[in-house]
């Protein structure tokens, strides 16, 4: 009986070692599915604008693209900056292009470059300054026979507020270089060069602050004087007929400020407030008349009848006249005829026609009483006109009288 129960508790042990060796069979196959499923993944290759996707379990990014049979050449470029091994995830293959990396001007490289427009750039041996422009943005992908520019910037300076900035430029106006400067301008302020000018090498540009006030005070409007002539007056009297007032006027001036400084004033408006009152003043335009005293017992020279209308006071000058003509006069004899047609004689007389038209009669005295020449009829054009040396010539009776007679000063009464 003991032996019986014996094998039946060995019996109850196997089972159990079975059932426990089952399910641990169970838990490991499962374990061993799970882990073949999770180390498979897809790696999508983008090979020069060609895209494939590979399933692998690789881990190594030349493995899967040998799995991938992609091949690659020296001077192709692998990007691996969004590949993770074990992850779906991205190798990127640029391959190699002929590309030119130029400045425009003395550096120009013809090279064999993969990968992008800064790749290029670096491998032409160009280094990029974060101020130079390049025709392409830097992350775009090469093309075969891409020709890449680099703009290279220059220096230039901009000097405004009393601060000067150096900025780097690659071109563009004058106006460009101060916005980049972080420099701002109003619309009255000025730049030297002026703002649309271009920029160049080393340029030095400065910005004026320029402002403008307006002011208004009032101002003297000073009166004219005006001087008028007057018949009735001698040339030494003056008479005020009409007092000068001045006026007032309100005026408004705009004053142009540069850098605080004063420059330049211009009148903006006028207004009048009060007119100006003009001042007249009456100058007279008679001579007053030295008299001339004459000596005893002079006879005229002139031959001429003197008319009836013709008369003299006690000294034996005219009592009436036109005018008084005080000048100089010469004397002369001979002659076979005048200009105006009439015969040489004492009394025709040559003068300027356009002071003295022929026909003119006159008194003429010496002016310093010695002689009375007398009544006399301008006659004859003189040969002093255009030098304007004397006034009259008189003709005498001979070349002796002509020469006693000289040149003296005369006075002209015109009848």
Not at 8 to 31: D, E, N, Q, W
Not at 36 to 45: K, N, R
Not at 382 to 408: I, N, P
Request: charged share 25%; net charge neutral; proline share 3%.
């Amino acid at each position: 009986m003991i032996d019986k129960c014996k094998e039946l508790a060995a019996y109850a042990r196997s089972i159990r070692s079975r059932i426990i060796a089952t399910v641990l069979l169970a838990v490991f196959c499962a374990g061993t599915v799970f882990a073949a499923a999770t180390a498979t993944y897809t790696v999508t290759v983008v090979d020069d604008g060609q895209v494939r996707s590979v399933i692998t379990t690789r881990s190594d990014a030349n493995a899967i693209l040998e799995q991938a049979e992609v091949e690659v050449g020296a001077d192709d470029k692998v990007d691996l900056s969004g590949f993770t091994s074990g992850e779906d995830s991205t190798i990127t293959i640029y391959r190699a292009k002929n590309v030119t990396v130029s400045d425009g001007e003395a550096f120009s490289k013809s090279i064999v470059a993969a990968g992008t427009v800064a790749d290029a750039v670096a491998k032409s041996g160009m280094t990029l300054k974060k101020s130079d422009v390049l025709n392409f943005s830097k992350d775009t992908p090469l093309k075969e026979g891409m020709s890449i520019c680099v703009q290279v910037a220059f220096p230039v300076k901009v000097t405004a507020d009393g601060k000067t900035t150096e900025i780097e430029v690659v071109g563009g106006t004058v106006e460009e270089a101060i916005r980049a400067a972080g420099v701002s301008m109003d619309k009255d302020d000025e730049s030297t060069p002026a703002k649309d000018q271009p920029v160049t090498e080393g340029m030095e540009i400065r910005v004026d602050r320029v402002e403008y006030q307006l002011r208004t005070q009032t101002e003297t409007i000073a009166f004219e004087k005006i001087t008028e002539k007057s018949v009735s007056m001698y040339t030494d009297q003056r008479k005020v007929v009409q007092k000068g007032e001045n006026g007032e006027k309100e005026v408004t001036y705009k004053d142009r400020y540069v850098n605080g400084k004063l420059v330049k004033t211009t009148v903006d408006s006028e207004k009048v407030l009060k007119e100006a009152v003009d001042q007249k003043t009456l100058v007279g335009t008679l001579r007053r008349v030295t008299k001339i005293k004459l000596k005893n017992g002079l006879t005229p020279i002139s031959d001429l009848k003197v008319p009836s209308y013709v008369k003299l006071d006690q000294n034996g000058v005219p009592t009436k006249y036109k005018k008084i003509v005080d000048g100089k006069a010469a004397a002369y004899s001979g002659g076979w005829g005048t200009a105006s047609g009439r015969k040489p004689m004492p009394g025709h007389i040559a003068v300027d026609p356009k002071q003295f038209p022929y026909g003119t009669e006159m008194w003429i005295v010496s002016t310093d009483g010695k002689y009375v020449y007398g009544y006399a009829i301008a006659a004859d054009t003189g040969g002093f006109v255009q030098q304007k040396t004397f006034t009259v010539d008189l003709y005498m009776h001979s070349y002796e009288e002509a020469c006693r007679w000289g040149a003296r000063q005369v006075r002209i009464y015109v009848l």
